[in-house]
């Protein structure tokens, strides 16, 4: 079936680096995808959307990027900050009904001060 | 996202036991959704709901029911548990526009001993 995952489970990055997380999708028909933040004890948090008709969207502090070429999309942090630690989920449609979503697995960042 | 409250926030139960998690909404939405979360995994969907009358099997609905029984309740029902349901459970919802983004409840976790 189809899925979405991420390439890295885990990345340790020190403040003030630029994080970049990586995502690989299979369905080349999702028309939109979505990363969420997880901090511990807390249900996900939207962070930034992109439409399948975009290659890149800025947001405060933060930049996807979608590649369809190869089906791949991209959470850049900028300056990462000890706050911006958790587990970070991409997800696409479930189908093209809407709105229920499939999650890839995660990636893990952690950022020392 | 205090909008999403689930309850029980933890439970502990027996093999066998039937179990009932509940999940309310002040947010208006009415796409409602529950997941599940095992370590190291992303979300998986076991059932979603578009409206009242509205119910749909997701990605690992076996072992699952749903009951919608308001716009504003969504719950979710292990009619016999089985210790390999251990896991964190989230509730979930949205607006009906495709690409607006979930918001989930803070979990419940969940040990079937």
């Known amino acids: 079936g189809e899925s979405v995952g991420l390439h890295l489970p885990t990345l340790s990055v020190q403040e003030g680096d630029n994080s970049i997380i990586n995502c690989a999708y299979s369905?080349?028909?999702?028309?939109?995808f979505i990363w969420y933040k997880q901090e511990s004890g807390k249900g996900p948090q939207f962070i930034i959307d992109?439409?399948?008709?975009?290659d890149k969207r800025q947001g405060q502090r933060v930049t996807v990027l979608l590649n369809k070429t190869v089906k791949h999309l991209s959470l850049q942090i900028a300056a990462t900050q000890p706050g911006d630690s958790a587990v970070y989920f991409c997800?696409?449609?479930?189908?093209?009904?809407?709105?229920?979503?499939?999650f890839g697995k995660g990636t893990t960042l952690s950022v020392s001060s | 996202d205090a909008d999403v409250t689930q309850t029980p926030r933890n439970r502990i139960t027996k093999t066998g036991k039937r179990i009932m998690l509940e999940c309310s909404q002040t947010?208006?939405?009415?796409?409602m959704y529950w997941y599940r979360q095992d370590p190291g995994l992303g979300l998986q969907l076991i059932y979603y709901?578009?409206?009242?009358?509205?119910?749909n099997k997701g990605e690992i609905s076996d072992g699952y029911s749903v009951s919608r029984q308001a716009q504003a309740k969504f719950s979710l029902s292990l009619e016999s548990a089985i210790p390999n349901q251990t896991a964190l459970y989230f509730c979930?919802?949205?607006?009906?526009?495709?690409?607006?983004?979930?918001?989930f409840g803070d979990g419940t976790r969940l040990s079937i001993l």
């Open positions: 997800a696409e449609p479930l189908n093209q009904a809407g709105t229920a979503l499939i």
């Open positions: 709901s578009f409206d009242v009358k509205d119910i």
């Open positions: 947010k208006g939405h009415d796409r």
């Open positions: 979930a919802t949205s607006s009906g526009n495709p690409g607006q983004p979930q918001h």
């Open positions: 369905n080349s028909a999702s028309d939109y």
């Open positions: 992109i439409r399948s008709n975009m």
